[in-house]
């Protein structure tokens, strides 16, 4: 029977992550908690040479699941495909269809085995099933493809601290301070120490008395 484990507050997974265009951003920009900001707003012109992935970027930066059509459009023409399964995948899993999700993700590793992204993402939902095994897998591989990121070594702590293994749990941890500031990475510890208590007491209640 599947463990279902219960985390202490705010300390769940951090969210799916966007491709956005492949350029130079700010540090502070690949960095930070917050996946999904607001974008700034912004006239929507289709006919100024875009291409069907960049449309699909703009409307999906703005919330508009409308996206789903143009990424589709993007696959179909073989532009940026991976990276448009990528962000289809996160717009079917919003939608609450896991196996379109997974396979969306799927489809992008297909086109490029070292998608970080497309493993960030699907380690995701993966977590999201409980199948921390491969969770793990995936959040390793994305963090070995993209180690600048660091939303990936927090949940790769997280995940690693449910499978028992506290020792590369604080590895990633740490890596994760080293990304993040002052203040986050010392949040994280915390969670970190509550889940690893809380998972303890979990573990010492099923065994019950000696």
């Known amino acids: 029977m599947a463990q279902i484990i ?11 992550k966007r491709v956005k265009k492949r350029s130079a951003a700010p540090k502070e920009d690949q960095d930070q908690l917050d996946l999904f900001p607001t974008p700034r707003a912004q006239i929507l012109n289709f006919e100024s040479g875009l291409s069907f992935f960049e449309q699909a970027l703009l409307l999906d930066e703005r919330g ?30 919003k939608r609450g269809n896991s196996v379109k999700a997974f396979d969306c993700f799927s ?16 380690a995701n939902l993966y977590f999201e099933i409980n199948d921390f095994r491969l969770a793990q897998l995936h959040y390793e591989m994305a963090g070995q493809v993209d180690p600048g990121f660091a939303n990936t070594f927090f949940n790769l702590a997280l995940v690693q601290a449910i499978n028992n293994d506290f020792d590369a ?13 002052e203040g986050e990475g010392r949040i994280a510890e915390e969670l970190f120490e509550n889940l690893r208590k809380s998972l303890a007491e979990a573990r010492a209640s099923r065994l019950g008395p000696g």
Do not use: M, T, W
């Open 64 to 93: 508009d699941l409308n996206a789903a059509d143009l990424y589709q459009k993007a696959i179909e023409g073989e532009v940026c495909v991976a990276d448009a399964y990528c962000n289809l995948g996160i717009i079917e899993s």
């Open 169 to 181: 749990a604080l590895a990633a941890l740490k890596k994760y301070r080293e990304l993040v500031s």
């Open 6 to 16: 219960k985390f202490p507050a705010q300390a769940s997974k951090l969210g799916f």
């Open 107 to 122: 489809s992008s590793l297909k086109h490029d085995p070292r998608h970080a992204e497309a493993h960030y993402n699907l």
